[in-house]
């Protein structure tokens, strides 16, 4: 149904990702597929709008149905292990068909997305949506992003159970992919507003979530939190081979089509570590030259060109440090001087908000060149839960309201 914008009420992302690419296997095409994703809603609204994404598809991609309806289970901010059980129950009273200039099935093309029709849903803040995907006849899974945390966790079911109460068991899984939902924008009140954190799979991990989770237990009510990563992505290269094309785009294909969103006024970009880490050499990998490595230079203008196309979209830009790296597989002394120059450069320079030392929040005051004991996930690259928690409480409150 369509509704009338209230003149007191505006458009803002509620919830949102990128779009990236799952990885190539032989079973790439489902059918007769239901995907149920629980969304944490941070505000009160009035209707809903949903974008589904084809950008990384190579094929269309036909949705049979599309529902949305509200969780039957509660949720708790300071349990942030969140466990919602298999059957993912939403009240089957409550639910809502998403429609597309009046239709309820939809054909995406190749490389495009597509907005469905405002969705008149009464929201409460602190509620917990489902939205429900059904895909009749095969489809290419391929248009994805593979995100994790505590408010991040989806389901899949066989058959079409989107008015289901709940999911049969027997037949249901969950999965940490989203599939084609890149986001949700609320009518809602404009003294809410959007908060993006891009990035590759460290932000595609748990520190959004963290931020999200901070702001319920500090009882900030006006801010949602909205991820654009995607595992492995760069700066400035990617991979044109199935080996490594799920590792993502670069930031030039990326940027623009993730980061124009409704109600945003503000950026965290936390990016470069890939750009850094992966070549080692076509003698050990024939996808991953050394003639990738970039300089700091060029790493550093890469950061730049991100800060003008924010800026000309009236973003406020605050970018992250990178994190400690010692003892990755691929360390080396080298890889340390370079991700510290950048570094160096992101702290000491002007021409964007600010810095966020993320480098100086999770590393080991002793030992800065590794993680602090208990922050590290074990593979010396990624953050551990305390060390997303970290990360999350190094922003700054100024823009958290």
């Given at each position: 149904m369509n509704t009338t914008i209230n003149k007191n009420q505006t458009w803002c992302s509620m919830w949102g990702n990128a779009v990236s690419i799952a990885e190539h296997r032989p079973e790439s095409y489902a059918k007769d597929i239901t995907l149920r994703y629980p969304v944490y809603a941070p505000f009160d609204g009035t209707a809903l709008r949903f974008t589904f994404d084809n950008y990384c598809g190579s094929e269309p991609v036909s949705i049979t149905k599309a529902t949305v309806s509200i969780a039957d289970c509660d949720f708790n901010c300071d349990d942030i292990t969140r466990k919602i059980n298999l059957s993912c129950p939403m009240q089957e009273s409550a639910t809502a068909q998403i429609t597309f200039s009046g239709n309820s099935s939809v054909t995406i093309a190749a490389h495009e997305r597509i907005i469905s029709d405002d969705i008149f849903f009464q929201v409460q803040a602190g509620q917990t949506l489902c939205v429900n995907l059904y895909f009749a006849d095969f489809t290419l899974m391929q248009s994805a992003v593979l995100i994790t945390g505590p408010l991040s966790k989806g389901f899949f079911s066989l058959g079409d159970q989107t008015s289901a109460g709940r999911l049969p068991l027997d037949t249901s899984k969950t999965t940490n992919w989203f599939y084609f939902l890149s986001n949700i924008d609320i009518l809602t009140s404009p003294d809410n507003h959007a908060v993006i954190c891009y990035g590759d799979s460290i932000t595609a991990q748990a520190w959004p979530d963290e931020l999200m989770l901070r702001l319920l237990r500090e009882g900030k009510k006006h801010t949602s939190v909205i991820r654009r990563a995607a595992s492995g992505t760069r700066i400035l290269r990617q991979y044109d081979c199935i080996t490594?094309?799920?590792?993502?785009?670069?930031?030039?294909?990326?940027?623009?089509?993730?980061?124009?969103?409704?109600?945003a006024d503000t950026i965290i970009i936390q990016q470069g570590?890939?750009?850094?880490?992966?070549?080692?050499?076509?003698?050990?990998?024939?996808?991953?030259?050394?003639?990738?490595?970039?300089t700091a230079e060029e790493l550093i203008d890469g950061l730049k060109w991100y800060v003008d196309q924010a800026h000309a979209l009236g973003l406020?830009?605050?970018?992250?440090?990178?994190?400690?790296?010692?003892?990755?597989?691929?360390?080396?002394?080298?890889?340390?001087?370079?991700?510290?120059q950048v570094n160096e450069w992101i702290r000491l320079t002007d021409g964007f908000e600010g810095c966020i030392d993320f480098d100086l929040a999770v590393q080991d005051p002793d030992h800065p060149a590794a993680f602090k004991a208990g922050y590290d996930s074990g593979d010396h690259l990624h953050p551990s839960s305390a060390g997303y928690k970290a990360m999350a409480d190094a922003v700054p409150k100024s823009f958290l309201y």
């Open positions: 490594y094309d799920s590792y993502g785009l670069k930031g030039s294909n990326r940027f623009s089509h993730e980061i124009p969103t409704s109600g570590i890939n750009d850094i880490i992966h070549p080692v050499g076509c003698d050990i990998n024939p996808f991953r030259p050394m003639s990738d490595l970039p406020s830009v605050y970018i992250g440090t990178l994190l400690p790296i010692e003892d990755w597989r691929t360390y080396a002394p080298f890889r340390e001087e370079l991700k510290n």
